[in-house]
């Protein structure tokens, strides 16, 4: 059982280009949400998705968007990078909502130059 | 803006000591969450305790909630150096079930 699977683990990107951070779990989970974490921040909501054809904005939605076409997919895609989006990005999922116990994946570690 | 604030930032102490992390929220929540981080891991669930629970304990773990001072504590027991991680507490929204928010967290460190 492989949980939630993040690619890439690690990308370099120049200040402008696009680029699409995937995720996908196969517990059948419901909900899935992509935070973004930065020292001293912890981690902050970035965009969630209830189910498929579902999505909604956390805490922190600009420069980011997503979709959810299948249960199992929730890919967040970077339009034109800045460096302020330079972060470790994790996405999680859990079987109902976000109030549900959440399962993360190892982290995607993204540098914008 | 972040829900959960943990205090200490960092806590440093011996193999065998008990180590005590506290958490504050702002909003009313329908649950509280801790979560465990490996240096460069995703995080891990530790415990959820819900809003009307005060104490909750799993293994080593031991789970305070005080909602009338909006806030929680994790105490870990007979530490371990495996027990060197960061910690987090996520908070359940009442407004938005769907909206988890997390702390800063508290870096802990077991010495050998």
């Known amino acids: 059982n492989a949980g939630v699977t993040q690619t890439p683990k690690f990308q370099v990107l120049k200040t402008g280009q696009s680029m699409t951070l995937q995720c996908a779990q196969d517990?059948?989970?419901?909900?899935m949400s992509w935070y973004r974490q930065d020292p001293g921040m912890g981690l902050r909501l970035i965009h969630y998705s209830v189910g498929a054809g579902i999505t909604d904005q956390g805490e922190v939605p600009n420069g980011y968007n997503v979709s959810r076409s299948t249960t199992e997919d929730f890919p967040l895609r970077l339009l034109s990078a800045a460096p302020s989006q330079t972060s470790v990005y994790f996405c999680?999922?859990?079987?109902?909502?976000?109030?549900?116990?959440?399962?993360f994946g190892a982290g995607s570690r993204l540098t914008v130059l | 803006s972040q829900q959960g604030e943990e205090d200490p930032q960092a806590l440093s102490i011996q193999e065998g000591e008990n180590a005590t992390m506290n958490c504050s929220y702002k909003t009313s929540i329908n649950n509280l969450q801790w979560y465990r981080q490996n240096s460069g891991r995703g995080l891990v669930h530790l415990i959820l305790?819900?809003?009307?629970?005060r104490e909750k304990h799993s293994g080593r773990l031991r789970v305070t909630l005080d909602t009338s001072k909006k806030s929680s504590s994790l105490l870990i027991t007979a530490s371990r150096a495996a027990d060197t991680a960061s910690y987090f507490c996520a908070t359940a929204q009442v407004y938005n079930n769907n909206d988890m928010r997390f702390g800063a967290g508290t870096r802990l460190t077991v010495k050998p």
């Open positions: 517990m059948n989970h419901e909900y």
């Open positions: 999680a999922s859990s079987r109902s909502s976000g109030a549900n116990v959440l399962t």
């Open positions: 305790i819900r809003s009307n629970e």
